[in-house]
């Protein structure tokens, strides 16, 4: 099997993190991966919140509907979309490349924070305003990701899936 093929069936969402620091190097690294991720008209629509800040981490636990295991992680990860994007490509642009642009960084950081030897979830469910607020992000953003990383504290056994044939329809 292929490196990159092992990194994503082994890629597991991990919710419980120890106490460690990220290197400053792997950081760098994971902020790389989500910078080279395609995007719509290579507009990289798209800002990520690099949030190291205990009490900033307490408040967005509140905005997420109290999933505690955030404040575990050393860094959590907001990944907002640029609406600004509807300027170049209307509301297509609004409703859905910026929300897929986010989502292909999100996808990269993951797969390199495993390989990294780091755990990380995505989270969706989540007050928007309320990031909005706690971030005090500009009116064009919009929080699409929550995403907590570190080294993980646990090693959660593989969800199940469809099979290929469910999944995927082949037009000859």
């Given at each position: 099997?292929?490196?990159i093929?092992?990194?994503?069936?082994?890629?597991?969402?991990v919710?419980?993190?120890e106490?460690?620091?990220?290197?400053?190097?792997?950081?760098?690294?994971?902020?790389?991966?989500?910078?080279?991720?395609?995007?719509?008209?290579?507009l990289?629509?798209?800002?990520?919140?690099?949030?190291?800040?205990?009490?900033?981490?307490e408040?967005?636990?509140?905005?997420?509907?109290?999933?505690d295991?955030?404040?575990?992680?050393?860094?959590?990860?907001?990944?907002?979309?640029?609406?600004?994007i509807?300027?170049?490509?209307?509301?297509?642009?609004?409703?859905?490349?910026?929300?897929?642009?986010?989502?292909?960084?999100?996808?990269?950081?993951?797969?390199?924070a495993?390989?990294?030897?780091?755990g990380?979830?995505?989270?969706?469910?989540?007050?928007?305003?309320?990031?909005?607020?706690?971030l005090?992000?500009?009116?064009?953003?919009?929080p699409?990701?929550i995403?907590?990383?570190?080294y993980?504290?646990?090693?959660?056994?593989?969800?199940?899936?469809?099979?290929?044939?469910?999944a995927?329809?082949?037009?000859?």
């Open positions: 099997m292929s490196e093929l092992n990194i994503i069936k082994n890629r597991r969402s919710r419980k993190f106490n460690e620091e990220i290197p400053k190097q792997t950081i760098e690294r994971l902020k790389e991966a989500l910078i080279w991720a395609p995007s719509a008209g290579n990289q629509s798209r800002k990520f919140y690099f949030v190291f800040n205990q009490k900033i981490k408040k967005l636990i509140n905005a997420a509907m109290n999933q295991f955030i404040a575990e992680a050393p860094l959590v990860i907001v990944a907002c979309a640029d609406e600004q509807e300027r170049r490509y209307g509301k297509h642009g609004k409703e859905i490349h910026m929300i897929c642009d986010v989502a292909v960084s999100v996808q990269n950081l993951m797969l390199l495993y390989s990294e030897e780091l990380s979830v995505w989270i969706g469910a989540f007050d928007e305003n309320q990031v909005k607020e706690i005090d992000l500009s009116v064009n953003l919009k699409i990701a995403i907590p990383v570190g993980p504290a646990e090693t959660p056994l593989p969800p199940q899936r469809i099979s290929k044939d469910d995927v329809v082949e037009l000859n």
